[in-house]
């Protein structure tokens, strides 16, 4: 008791208040603690308040061991081991209280554990599912790249076969023009020569009329004056004679026209069906450079959609092994609070247990 008046508080609290608080607490069944002390004696600070609850602690012991003398000690109110029947009742109460805590410690430990268990496996299993949606999302991403370069291909056959047959169709387009040139000089030729034909049958027509409108003058003076009447109808003959070459040569000229109409129309024809050509080529050779370049992006497309999926396969198998150590620690660490925290509890609840 000499140490305990020793201690004194530098703000007016003596060590006998705080062991009279915690006395009191412990009779309550409270387990004295810094807070409760100095919510008991209504002033103090913890680090004055620490100190000589430590000291309470400390000094516990010996006050429980009480006398040694049986008589003495029944006579003073104690039990047989010289312990104050109410420090005896009152460390019964602590070692409960403090059972109970410890109790309610251990439980509410499991219990974080637990739930920390069930938000770490709802996170794997969460994880998980992502893990497996992208492995189905790059497995769809491959296949749609294999479906797209497998039709690039097809289109860049497809385009190859329509650039043969196209090009087949000029060159037979081409042959028949010139099938169709030859013949159009042909029949120029021929009006050519028809038309010298009916030239020189038209200059002897005239020639044959000369002769006989001379041969009719010459018989028509012999005759003149024989018969006027015959002179009438040689005239008349001449006459018609005359209208039927006019008529004959008009329709020569209008079938010179129309053969030179119609090679007109074939050399245009000609001149229009080798345009058609041309365009037709050149449309031919700016689709397949078109496709080409298409293609050419296609492959460069897949070529870095390649690289994106092989890099996401990685990393998906990273966040696997991830996971899987994840797990691992996680059921390490509850087995290991499963073991550890009961024999923690049982090493407080040693600590404060009363004698007998």
């Known amino acids: 008791m000499n140490e305990v008046r020793e201690i004194r508080s530098s703000r007016g609290i003596q060590i006998e208040d705080v062991f009279g608080a915690a006395d009191a607490l412990l009779a309550e069944g409270l387990r004295p603690t810094i807070e409760r002390v100095r919510l008991k004696i209504g002033r103090g600070s913890p680090n004055t308040v620490s100190p000589m609850l430590e ?7 010996q006050r429980i061991a009480g006398g040694i003398n049986p008589a ?6 104690n039990d047989a081991d010289g312990v104050p029947v109410s420090v005896r009742n009152a460390a019964r109460l602590l070692w409960e209280t403090a059972r109970r805590e410890a109790d309610d410690v251990q439980r509410q430990e499991l219990e974080s554990a637990r739930a920390v268990l069930d938000e770490a496996g709802t996170v794997l299993a969460a994880g998980q599912a992502g893990l497996a949606q992208r492995e189905a999302a790059l497995e769809q991403a491959r296949a749609s790249l294999d479906a797209a370069l497998a039709s690039s291909q097809q ?4 385009l190859e076969r329509q650039l043969a047959e196209q090009t087949a169709e000029v060159a037979r387009m081409r042959a028949v023009s010139e099938q169709e040139i030859a013949r159009l000089n042909a029949l120029l030729q021929e009006s050519h020569a028809s038309k010298e034909v009916l030239r020189q049958e038209q200059a002897a027509a005239l020639a044959e009329r000369d002769k006989d409108v001379k041969a009719e003058r010459e018989r028509h003076v012999a ?5 006027h009447e015959e002179v009438d109808r040689a005239r008349q003959a001449s006459k018609q004679l005359e209208a039927g070459l006019a008529r004959e040569q008009q329709q020569r000229l209008r079938s010179e026209e129309a053969a030179a109409q119609t090679l007109e129309a074939g050399r245009r024809m000609l001149r229009e069906t080798q345009h058609a050509a041309q365009q037709v080529e050149r449309d031919l050779r700016d689709q397949l450079t078109l496709q080409a370049s298409l293609l050419a992006q296609a492959q460069s497309e897949g070529s870095a959609l390649q690289q994106r999926l092989e890099d996401s ?4 198998s990273e966040e696997k092994k ?5 797990r691992t620690l996680l059921v390490g660490a509850l087995d290991a609070g499963r073991k550890t925290a009961p024999r923690g509890a049982g090493a407080r609840l040693k600590a404060t247990r009363p004698r007998g």
């Not at 000291?55 to 012991?61: E, I, N, Q």
């Not at 003495?72 to 109110?77: F, M, Q, T």
């Not at 991830?322 to 994840?326: F, M, P, Y």
């Open 55 to 61: 000291k309470w602690f400390s000094s516990l012991g």
């Open 155 to 158: 289109a860049r056959e497809t």
């Open 313 to 316: 396969l990685r990393q998906l």
């Open 223 to 227: 005759l003149e004056r024989h018969s």
């Open 72 to 77: 003495a000690n029944l006579a003073a109110g």
């Open 322 to 326: 991830s996971h899987e150590g994840t």
